[in-house]
């Protein structure tokens, strides 16, 4: 079946500019994870979505991170004003639910790089 | 809070040789445990878990055992191969939060 999709896989932006990052995670899935991949570092936490509840936000870096999830489906994190310092691999995962033993599927990611 | 350490890269083994690759936790809960593997070009993939102390995970010739007592998930396998390339990640999953933490990443190069 179909995995975790994530476009656009390679986005170019200039400093200052918004940028719109989609996942599409496997369906049925009701936990979707947001993390951040810089180079050579591990995988840096920003946000999760969990059926209806309200996501746990701990993760975004700065008010200028955020993210929805509509419909219990697709989610799209959107930075405003980026900084070089976004550039990195930002990676969606979904799991079947939020519990622990449950393991998380992940995309292929999308390539951000601010100029 | 939640913390994963694992060893640190690169790891150059040869082909055949036994591999290692400590990780150890620090969690308030009871947490789940996690391997993750990515080759080159690809997606990070669940390797093996384990869910509660002592028991073990294996996939693929890897291993790995809950050590409460110790907090630790050492990967192992005993003759690697150059297709077990990649970057290896160790994460937990506490029950009393649904996302996972996850360590730095270790890049293993096999050679033939």
């Known amino acids: 079946g179909a995995g975790v999709s994530q476009s656009p896989s390679n986005k170019v932006t200039e400093k200052g500019k918004d940028v719109e990052l989609r996942c599409d995670p496997i369906?049925?899935?009701?936990?979707l994870y947001w993390y951040r991949q810089s180079l050579g570092q591990g995988l840096e936490f920003l946000i999760y979505f969990q059926g209806n509840s309200a996501p746990d936000k701990s993760g975004l870096p700065s008010d200028r991170f955020s993210a929805e999830r509509t419909g219990g489906s697709v989610s799209t994190l959107t930075i405003q004003r980026t900084q070089q310092e976004d550039s990195a691999v930002y990676l969606c995962?979904?799991?079947?639910?939020?519990?622990?033993?449950?393991?998380?599927?992940f995309g292929p990611g999308t390539r951000l790089t601010v100029l | 809070g939640n913390s994963v350490t694992q060893m640190e890269g690169p790891v150059t083994l040869s082909e055949e040789a036994f591999l290692t690759i400590n990780c150890t936790y620090t969690a308030t809960g009871y947490p789940s445990l996690f391997w993750y593997v990515q080759y080159p070009g690809e997606g990070l993939q669940l390797l093996l878990k384990a869910t509660k102390a002592d028991d073990k995970g294996s996939n693929k010739g890897f291993e790995a055992t809950y050590r409460k007592e110790t907090t630790s998930f050492h990967l192992e396998k005993g003759s690697v191969q150059v297709s077990d390339s990649a970057v290896y990640f160790c994460a937990l999953s506490d029950s009393n939060a649904g996302k996972s933490t996850f360590g730095d990443g270790t890049t293993l190069t096999v050679k033939p």
């Open positions: 995962a979904s799991s079947l639910a939020s519990e622990s033993y449950n393991e998380q599927f």
């Open positions: 369906s049925g899935h009701t936990a």
